[in-house]
């Protein structure tokens, strides 16, 4: 069972194949509308969620233990980029492009987004190693899916991954 949290006792919990689609779609929109350092720190989390590099029931992160910025602006900015990462998964971009039909997925997504838009950022503990450094961020694109790849980590996306 993968745990995506919220730091104030909310969790989403879902098992390996409901991950997999969960970050499909997400990695769908994120490679959409990342242009700030921070939203392609945020695509080099959600790539470090693939179970097909990472292992199966082994992913997961907590809000709360992100770093979302030193100001509120900052933070306000990077919460506001999640919420529209999950509306823009929400409406099915790209969604006709998958190879399966992704049953739960708006489930989990409505949920997460609950989940996001209730966290208070102010709240959160800023560590360090949750988020991709800024150096480590999901910057390069897989020509064949047009999704942010997992460098510098690994040379694949998580479709390719998968073997899509």
């Keep these: 069972m993968n745990v995506f949290g919220s730091g104030g006792g909310r969790y989403l919990e879902m098992t390996n194949g409901g991950t997999a689609v969960f970050v499909d779609v997400?990695?769908?929109?994120?490679?959409?509308?990342?242009h700030e350092p921070w939203d392609f720190r945020l695509a080099a989390l959600l790539t470090l969620q693939d179970q097909n590099?990472?292992?199966?029931?082994?992913?997961?992160?907590?809000?709360?233990?992100?770093?979302w910025g030193d100001t509120p602006q900052e933070r306000a900015a990077a919460k506001d980029f999640l919420?529209?990462?999950l509306d823009l998964a929400l409406s099915r971009h790209r969604w006709e492009e998958l190879?399966?039909?992704?049953?739960?997925?708006?489930?989990?997504?409505r949920t997460y987004r609950a989940m996001v838009e209730e966290f208070d950022v102010a709240t959160a503990s800023g560590g360090t190693g949750v988020l991709p450094a800024p150096q480590e961020a999901a910057m390069?694109?897989?020509?064949?899916?047009?999704?942010?790849?997992?460098?510098?980590?690994?040379?694949?996306c998580v479709f390719c991954t998968a073997g899509v």
């Design 53 to 67: 590099v990472m292992g199966r029931g082994v992913v997961g992160f907590d809000l709360a233990e992100l770093d």
């Design 26 to 34: 997400l990695m769908l929109a994120v490679s959409a509308l990342a």
């Design 99 to 109: 190879t399966y039909e992704p049953p739960r997925a708006e489930g989990y997504l």
């Design 140 to 156: 390069a694109s897989c020509v064949r899916h047009r999704v942010l790849d997992a460098l510098p980590f690994w040379e694949a």
């Design 83 to 85: 919420l529209r990462v």
